[in-house]
C-alpha cells in the first residue's frame, strides 16, 4: 500500500522546501555577482566637478577600496549619504564614487549640499561602466583588494550595521595581504 | 463606523462556518440528523455575513473613505468609480475577501442543490466547506484585514496600481478566483467520499458538474489574463510562464484531468483513487498557487505585497487541508479499489493517457516553478527557469496529447477497436494534412516540424470534434449537452493549438524609431507615424501617436497608442494600440521620447493570435453546455455501482461482446 502513501510523502517534502523558503534572513533578490574573487574591470571617466579631469580605479592599484555607485535619482542613495559620510571619517579605505546615469549639476549640488565622502566621483552618465561592474541598481557597494580583486558586493543602501559585520573584516584580512 | 461593522460581520461568519464545519463533521460521524440539519443554515448565515463584510468595503471604496488604511494605499478620488470598485481586490486583503465571497457563494450554491444526497455525505461536504472558509476567515482577521483605520485619515489615497486599470483586469480576479475556489467542491466530495468510505459512480456523477463549472470559470479567468497580458502590458506576449501565471495553470490542468478522470469513473467505475487524487490536488494545487503569490517565496512581477506571518499561515493552513486529505487518501482509498478492464485504444486507454500526460505537464511546470527555490535551498545557485525552457518542457507532454485527441475522443468505451469511426478520423487527418501544408506552405512560404505538427493536430481535432455530433444527427440521435459540450471543448483546444502554431512560428516583432512622416513596412503593411500630441486622461497625462497602416496603397487601420504617467504614483505605462483581425493583430506600442518628434517604438505582426483566446471561450462554453446536460438535473434514486453499465449505446458500439481473452486487455492499475 506504500503507494498511497506517496503522494503525501512528496507533498511533505515541498512543504519542507516552502517552509525554508519562508526563513525571515533569506533575501529573494540577493543576487550574487559573477564578479566576486575575479578582477575588477578598470575604468577612467570624467571627473564629476570637473569634466576637464578624469577619475579612475588604475591609481588605486595596490590599495584595498570601495566603489559606491550612486545617483541623485535614487532616494535610497539619500538615505545611506549620511553613513557613507561617517565612513569617509573613520578613513579606513578610499571611498570611489561612481555617479551613474545622473546630471553633472544636480550631482555637484548634491554634493556641495550634503557633503562629499568620495575620494573622487567619476561620471558615468551613459552607464557604461556600470554595465562593466554588472550594476544591477543604485546604491551598490563593491570592495576590492590590493590585487584589484572584487571581495563583496552589497545592494541596497550601505548601514553601519553592514559595514561592520561584511565589510571591516574583509578590508581587514584584505590589508594583510601582500600586493 | 461602516468598516467596523464590516469587520464585525467577517467575525460573525467566521463563527457561522465554523459551525458549519463542525455540525456538518460531527453530525455525520454520529449519525445525527438534528445536527446535520444545522449545516445549511449556517451557510445561509454564513453568506448573509459574508456579503455584508464585502459590501462595507464595496462602500469604503466608493465613498473614498481614506481614513481605511487598505483604501487609502490602494484607490484615488480620482479614480473613476468603476475602478475604486475594482480596486477592492487590487492588493491582498480585498482580494483574499473576494475569494471568501465567492467561496461562500459557492457553498450556499452546494448547500442549496444537495438536497437529494444523502444527508450523511452532503454534510459532510458541507462541513469540509466550512473548514476550508474558516481557514481563509480566520487568516483574513488575523494577519490582512482590509478595515483597519489609518489614523489620522489620508487626505487623498495612492491610487490602484496603474497596471490594474483595466477592464479585463478588473474582472480578471473574480472569474480566476470563481475558478480557484471552485475546484473546493470537487474537494469536498472526494474527502466526504473517503470519509463514508464509499464511492460509486453516482457520486462521480455527482461531482461532475460542479468541476466542470469551476473549469470554465478558470478556463475564462485563465484567457483575460492573458489577453490582458497581450495589450496591457504592452509588448505583445500572451504568455510569460510567470510564477503567478503559473500557480493558475496548474489547477488548470489537474482540474482537466480530473474531469476526464471522472467521465471514466462515472461511465465505468473505475479510476475511483485516481479520480479522489486529482480531486485533491486541483484544490491544492490552486492553494500552492496562493501561497507562492502571497508569501514572498518566489519573485514574480506581479505579487502581492509579502509578509512572512502570511507566509508561515498559509503553509500551516496548507499542510492541514492538504496533508490531511491526503493522508485521508493513504487510508482510504486502498480499500476503494475496484477492478475493472479494458483493452489497449479504448476510450478508457485514451483517458489513462490524457490523465498521464496532463499530470504530467502539471508536474513540469510546478518544477519549473518551484526549481529556483529548490537549487537555492539545497545551496546549488541561484538559477532562473525562463519561458523558452518552459516551453520546451510543456510541448514534451502537449504534442502527444494533442495527437491523442482525435482518436481518443472517437474510441469506445472497454473495447479497443475504432472501426466505426476509423475511416472518417484517416481521411480528416488526410484533409488536415493538406490544409495544414496549404496553410503554412502556400499563406505563409515556409514551415518547420513543430509549426506543421500543431497546424495539422490542430485542424484535425477541428474537423473530428464535430464527427460525432453530426453522426448523431443523421442518426436522428439527441445529441445531448455531454456530446455537444465535449465537442465544442475539443473544437476549442483545436482553435487554440492553431492560433499558437501561428503565433509562435510567424510573428514579426521590430523594435524601429521613427520620426514624424517616416515609414516601416513588415509583412506588406507600412506603418507611417503621422504626429504624436499631448492628451489628458482622469488621472494621468499621456503622448498619444497616431500611426497610419495601408497595404497595398489602401490604409488598413488608424492606431493611436499612448504612453501615460500616472498623477498619483508617478508611473509611466505604455498603452498599445492593436487593429484586431482574424487572420492577424497589428501592434503599435510607444517607446522611448528620442528628441524632436522622433520615437522609438515596437511594431508587431501578429497571425491568429485571435485563435488562442477564442479556443480559451469556446473551452469555456464547451464546460457551460457540459455541465447543464439533463442528466445531472434527473432525480433519481441513489444507484449502487453497476460496472460495465452502458446506459445508452454509442455509434459503432453495437457489436457483440467480446469473447474473453480473444484480445489484449490491459489490467486496470489503479492510480495509474
Given at each position: 500500500?506504500?503507494?498511497?502513501?506517496?503522494?503525501?510523502?512528496?507533498?511533505?517534502?515541498?512543504?519542507?522546501?516552502?517552509?525554508?523558503?519562508?526563513?525571515?534572513?533569506?533575501?529573494?533578490?540577493?543576487?550574487?555577482?559573477?564578479?566576486?574573487?575575479?578582477?575588477?574591470?578598470?575604468?577612467?571617466?570624467?571627473?564629476?566637478?570637473?569634466?576637464?579631469?578624469?577619475?579612475?580605479?588604475?591609481?588605486?592599484?595596490?590599495?584595498?577600496?570601495?566603489?559606491?555607485?550612486?545617483?541623485?535619482?535614487?532616494?535610497?542613495?539619500?538615505?545611506?549619504?549620511?553613513?557613507?559620510?561617517?565612513?569617509?571619517?573613520?578613513?579606513?579605505?578610499?571611498?570611489?564614487?561612481?555617479?551613474?546615469?545622473?546630471?553633472?549639476?544636480?550631482?555637484?549640488?548634491?554634493?556641495?549640499?550634503?557633503?562629499?565622502?568620495?575620494?573622487?566621483?567619476?561620471?558615468?552618465?551613459?552607464?557604461?561602466?556600470?554595465?562593466?561592474?554588472?550594476?544591477?541598481?543604485?546604491?551598490?557597494?563593491?570592495?576590492?583588494?590590493?590585487?584589484?580583486?572584487?571581495?563583496?558586493?552589497?545592494?541596497?543602501?550601505?548601514?553601519?550595521?553592514?559595514?561592520?559585520?561584511?565589510?571591516?573584516?574583509?578590508?581587514?584580512?584584505?590589508?594583510?595581504?601582500?600586493? | 463606523?461602516?468598516?467596523?461593522?464590516?469587520?464585525?460581520?467577517?467575525?460573525?461568519?467566521?463563527?457561522?462556518?465554523?459551525?458549519?464545519?463542525?455540525?456538518?463533521?460531527?453530525?455525520?460521524?454520529?449519525?445525527?440528523?438534528?445536527?446535520?440539519?444545522?449545516?445549511?443554515?449556517?451557510?445561509?448565515?454564513?453568506?448573509?455575513?459574508?456579503?455584508?463584510?464585502?459590501?462595507?468595503?464595496?462602500?469604503?471604496?466608493?465613498?473614498?473613505?481614506?481614513?481605511?488604511?487598505?483604501?487609502?494605499?490602494?484607490?484615488?478620488?480620482?479614480?473613476?468609480?468603476?475602478?475604486?470598485?475594482?480596486?477592492?481586490?487590487?492588493?491582498?486583503?480585498?482580494?483574499?475577501?473576494?475569494?471568501?465571497?465567492?467561496?461562500?457563494?459557492?457553498?450556499?450554491?452546494?448547500?442549496?442543490?444537495?438536497?437529494?444526497?444523502?444527508?450523511?455525505?452532503?454534510?459532510?461536504?458541507?462541513?469540509?466547506?466550512?473548514?476550508?472558509?474558516?481557514?481563509?476567515?480566520?487568516?483574513?482577521?488575523?494577519?490582512?484585514?482590509?478595515?483597519?483605520?489609518?489614523?489620522?485619515?489620508?487626505?487623498?489615497?495612492?491610487?490602484?496600481?496603474?497596471i490594474?486599470?483595466d477592464f479585463a483586469l478588473a474582472i480578471h480576479?473574480?472569474m480566476l478566483?470563481?475558478g480557484?475556489?471552485?475546484?473546493?467542491?470537487?474537494?469536498?466530495?472526494?474527502?466526504?467520499?473517503?470519509?463514508?468510505?464509499?464511492?460509486?459512480?453516482?457520486?462521480?456523477?455527482?461531482?461532475?458538474?460542479?468541476?466542470?463549472?469551476?473549469w470554465l470559470f478558470q478556463t475564462a479567468g485563465i484567457a483575460l489574463g492573458s489577453w490582458w497580458a497581450y495589450y496591457e502590458l504592452g509588448w505583445g506576449g500572451w504568455w510569460f510562464w510567470d510564477?503567478?501565471e503559473n500557480?493558475s495553470f496548474?489547477?488548470w490542468l489537474?482540474?482537466t484531468?480530473?474531469?476526464?478522470?471522472?467521465?471514466?469513473?462515472?461511465?465505468?467505475?473505475?479510476?475511483?483513487?485516481?479520480?479522489?487524487?486529482?480531486?485533491?490536488?486541483?484544490?491544492?494545487?490552486?492553494?500552492?498557487?496562493?501561497?507562492?503569490?502571497?508569501?514572498?517565496?518566489?519573485?514574480?512581477?506581479?505579487?502581492?505585497?509579502?509578509?512572512?506571518?502570511?507566509?508561515?499561515?498559509?503553509?500551516?493552513?496548507?499542510?492541514?487541508?492538504?496533508?490531511?486529505?491526503?493522508?485521508?487518501?493513504?487510508?482510504?482509498?486502498?480499500?476503494?479499489?475496484?477492478?475493472?478492464?479494458?483493452?489497449?485504444?479504448?476510450?478508457?486507454?485514451?483517458?489513462?493517457?490524457?490523465?498521464?500526460?496532463?499530470?504530467?505537464a502539471?508536474?513540469?511546470?510546478?518544477?519549473?516553478?518551484?526549481?529556483?527555490?529548490?537549487?537555492?535551498?539545497?545551496?546549488?545557485?541561484?538559477?532562473?527557469?525562463g519561458p523558452p525552457?518552459f516551453t520546451l518542457m510543456f510541448l514534451v507532454p502537449m504534442v502527444p496529447l494533442i495527437l491523442f485527441l482525435a482518436p481518443g475522443m472517437?474510441?469506445?468505451?472497454?473495447?479497443?477497436?475504432?472501426?466505426?469511426?476509423?475511416?472518417p478520423l484517416w481521411a480528416l487527418l488526410g484533409l488536415a494534412v493538406a490544409l495544414g501544408l496549404l496553410i503554412t506552405l502556400g499563406i505563409y512560404g515556409r514551415a518547420n516540424w513543430l509549426g506543421l505538427v500543431g497546424f495539422i493536430a490542430g485542424l484535425w481535432i477541428l474537423f473530428s470534434s464535430l464527427l460525432e455530433p453530426i453522426?448523431?444527427w443523421?442518426?436522428?440521435?439527441?445529441?445531448?449537452?455531454?456530446?455537444a459540450g465535449m465537442a465544442l471543448a475539443h473544437f476549442g483546444i483545436g482553435l487554440f493549438a492553431i492560433g499558437v502554431s501561428g503565433v509562435q512560428n510567424y510573428k514579426i516583432e521590430k523594435d524601429v524609431a521613427l520620426k514624424p512622416g517616416s515609414t516601416f513596412t513588415i509583412n506588406g503593411y507600412t506603418f507611417r507615424y503621422v504626429d504624436a500630441?499631448?492628451?489628458?486622461?482622469?488621472?494621468?497625462?499621456a503622448i498619444q501617436m497616431h500611426v497610419e497602416v495601408s497595404r497595398n496603397g489602401r490604409v488598413v487601420a488608424q492606431l493611436d497608442p499612448q504612453k501615460r504617467?500616472?498623477?498619483?504614483?508617478?508611473?509611466?505605462m505604455s498603452e498599445s494600440a492593436i487593429d484586431v483581425g482574424w487572420g492577424r493583430d497589428l501592434l503599435v506600442a510607444m517607446g522611448?521620447?528620442?528628441?524632436?518628434?522622433?520615437w522609438s517604438m515596437r511594431l508587431q505582426y501578429k497571425p491568429l493570435i485571435r485563435l488562442i483566446w477564442l479556443g480559451a471561450l469556446v473551452m469555456a462554453v464547451g464546460g457551460v453546455v457540459a455541465?447543464?446536460?439533463?442528466?445531472?438535473?434527473?432525480?433519481?434514486?441513489?444507484?449502487?455501482?453497476?460496472?460495465?453499465?452502458?446506459?445508452?449505446?454509442?455509434?459503432?458500439?453495437?457489436?457483440?461482446?467480446?469473447?474473453?481473452?480473444?484480445?489484449?486487455?490491459?489490467?486496470?492499475?489503479?492510480?495509474?
Amino acid at each position: 500500500m506504500w503507494k498511497f502513501l506517496l503522494p503525501i510523502f512528496a507533498f511533505i517534502a515541498l512543504v519542507v522546501f516552502f517552509a525554508l523558503g519562508l526563513k525571515p534572513d533569506r533575501d529573494i533578490r540577493a543576487l550574487p555577482s559573477p564578479l566576486i574573487g575575479k578582477t575588477a574591470p578598470v575604468f577612467s571617466l570624467p571627473d564629476v566637478m570637473d569634466p576637464a579631469k578624469s577619475v579612475g580605479n588604475a591609481p588605486l592599484a595596490g590599495q584595498v577600496y570601495v566603489l559606491n555607485v550612486w545617483g541623485t535619482w535614487c532616494i535610497a542613495c539619500r538615505e545611506e549619504h549620511e553613513t557613507l559620510l561617517a565612513l569617509a571619517k573613520q578613513n579606513v579605505v578610499p571611498i570611489l564614487g561612481l555617479d551613474w546615469k545622473d546630471e553633472r549639476d544636480r550631482a555637484q549640488a548634491w554634493l556641495a549640499q550634503l557633503g562629499n565622502p568620495y575620494s573622487a566621483v567619476a561620471f558615468d552618465d551613459k552607464g557604461n561602466v556600470a554595465i562593466d561592474w554588472g550594476v544591477y541598481g543604485a546604491p551598490e557597494t563593491y570592495l576590492v583588494d590590493k590585487k584589484g580583486r572584487v571581495l563583496y558586493k552589497h545592494i541596497a543602501p550601505m548601514t553601519a550595521e553592514v559595514w561592520q559585520r561584511e565589510f571591516l573584516p574583509r578590508i581587514a584580512a584584505a590589508q594583510k595581504e601582500s600586493t | 463606523m461602516i468598516p467596523e461593522l464590516g469587520q464585525f460581520a467577517l467575525i460573525l461568519a467566521l463563527l457561522l462556518s465554523l459551525a458549519q464545519a463542525f455540525f456538518g463533521l460531527a453530525g455525520a460521524w454520529r449519525n445525527d440528523a438534528g445536527w446535520m440539519m444545522v449545516a445549511r443554515p449556517a451557510v445561509t448565515g454564513q453568506f448573509v455575513f459574508v456579503v455584508l463584510a464585502f459590501a462595507a468595503l464595496v462602500y469604503a471604496f466608493v465613498s473614498n473613505d481614506f481614513s481605511v488604511n487598505y483604501v487609502a494605499t490602494n484607490s484615488n478620488s480620482q479614480l473613476p468609480l468603476f475602478f475604486r470598485v475594482a480596486a477592492l481586490w487590487g492588493a491582498h486583503e480585498g482580494s483574499l475577501l473576494l475569494w471568501i465571497l465567492i467561496l461562500s457563494i459557492w457553498t450556499l450554491a452546494v448547500a442549496a442543490l444537495s438536497r437529494q444526497l444523502p444527508l450523511t455525505f452532503s454534510s459532510r461536504v458541507l462541513g469540509i466547506m466550512g473548514l476550508i472558509s474558516t481557514g481563509f476567515m480566520l487568516f483574513t482577521l488575523w494577519t490582512s484585514s482590509p478595515f483597519l483605520r489609518l489614523m489620522p485619515a489620508a487626505r487623498d489615497g495612492a491610487d490602484l496600481n496603474p497596471i490594474l486599470q483595466d477592464f479585463a483586469l478588473a474582472i480578471h480576479p473574480p472569474m480566476l478566483y470563481t475558478g480557484y475556489v471552485g475546484f473546493s467542491v470537487a474537494f469536498a466530495f472526494a474527502c466526504a467520499a473517503m470519509l463514508e468510505g464509499k464511492l460509486d459512480q453516482t457520486w462521480a456523477k455527482w461531482t461532475r458538474p460542479w468541476t466542470l463549472a469551476a473549469w470554465l470559470f478558470q478556463t475564462a479567468g485563465i484567457a483575460l489574463g492573458s489577453w490582458w497580458a497581450y495589450y496591457e502590458l504592452g509588448w505583445g506576449g500572451w504568455w510569460f510562464w510567470d510564477p503567478v501565471e503559473n500557480a493558475s495553470f496548474m489547477p488548470w490542468l489537474a482540474g482537466t484531468a480530473l474531469i476526464h478522470s471522472l467521465a471514466v469513473t462515472e461511465r465505468r467505475g473505475i479510476f475511483k483513487s485516481w479520480t479522489l487524487l486529482l480531486a485533491i490536488f486541483a484544490f491544492s494545487l490552486s492553494l500552492v498557487g496562493t501561497f507562492l503569490v502571497r508569501s514572498g517565496v518566489l519573485v514574480s512581477v506581479h505579487s502581492f505585497a509579502t509578509d512572512p506571518t502570511r507566509g508561515f499561515y498559509i503553509l500551516g493552513f496548507l499542510l492541514a487541508t492538504v496533508g490531511g486529505s491526503l493522508a485521508l487518501y493513504a487510508w482510504r482509498a486502498p480499500k476503494l479499489y475496484s477492478p475493472g478492464g479494458f483493452e489497449l485504444w479504448s476510450r478508457e486507454f485514451f483517458l489513462l493517457v490524457n490523465n498521464v500526460l496532463l499530470a504530467v505537464a502539471a508536474a513540469l511546470v510546478l518544477w519549473g516553478t518551484l526549481a529556483p527555490l529548490i537549487y537555492e535551498m539545497l545551496n546549488i545557485g541561484k538559477i532562473s527557469v525562463g519561458p523558452p525552457v518552459f516551453t520546451l518542457m510543456f510541448l514534451v507532454p502537449m504534442v502527444p496529447l494533442i495527437l491523442f485527441l482525435a482518436p481518443g475522443m472517437h474510441a469506445a468505451w472497454k473495447r479497443g477497436r475504432l472501426t466505426a469511426v476509423a475511416k472518417p478520423l484517416w481521411a480528416l487527418l488526410g484533409l488536415a494534412v493538406a490544409l495544414g501544408l496549404l496553410i503554412t506552405l502556400g499563406i505563409y512560404g515556409r514551415a518547420n516540424w513543430l509549426g506543421l505538427v500543431g497546424f495539422i493536430a490542430g485542424l484535425w481535432i477541428l474537423f473530428s470534434s464535430l464527427l460525432e455530433p453530426i453522426q448523431r444527427w443523421r442518426a436522428g440521435h439527441r445529441i445531448t449537452g455531454g456530446v455537444a459540450g465535449m465537442a465544442l471543448a475539443h473544437f476549442g483546444i483545436g482553435l487554440f493549438a492553431i492560433g499558437v502554431s501561428g503565433v509562435q512560428n510567424y510573428k514579426i516583432e521590430k523594435d524601429v524609431a521613427l520620426k514624424p512622416g517616416s515609414t516601416f513596412t513588415i509583412n506588406g503593411y507600412t506603418f507611417r507615424y503621422v504626429d504624436a500630441k499631448p492628451v489628458e486622461g482622469p488621472n494621468y497625462d499621456a503622448i498619444q501617436m497616431h500611426v497610419e497602416v495601408s497595404r497595398n496603397g489602401r490604409v488598413v487601420a488608424q492606431l493611436d497608442p499612448q504612453k501615460r504617467r500616472y498623477r498619483t504614483r508617478q508611473m509611466d505605462m505604455s498603452e498599445s494600440a492593436i487593429d484586431v483581425g482574424w487572420g492577424r493583430d497589428l501592434l503599435v506600442a510607444m517607446g522611448d521620447d528620442l528628441g524632436q518628434g522622433a520615437w522609438s517604438m515596437r511594431l508587431q505582426y501578429k497571425p491568429l493570435i485571435r485563435l488562442i483566446w477564442l479556443g480559451a471561450l469556446v473551452m469555456a462554453v464547451g464546460g457551460v453546455v457540459a455541465a447543464s446536460d439533463r442528466r445531472y438535473r434527473r432525480r433519481e434514486p441513489h444507484r449502487e455501482l453497476e460496472r460495465g453499465a452502458h446506459p445508452e449505446p454509442r455509434p459503432g458500439e453495437s457489436s457483440p461482446a467480446q469473447p474473453a481473452g480473444a484480445v489484449q486487455t490491459v489490467p486496470v492499475a489503479e492510480n495509474g
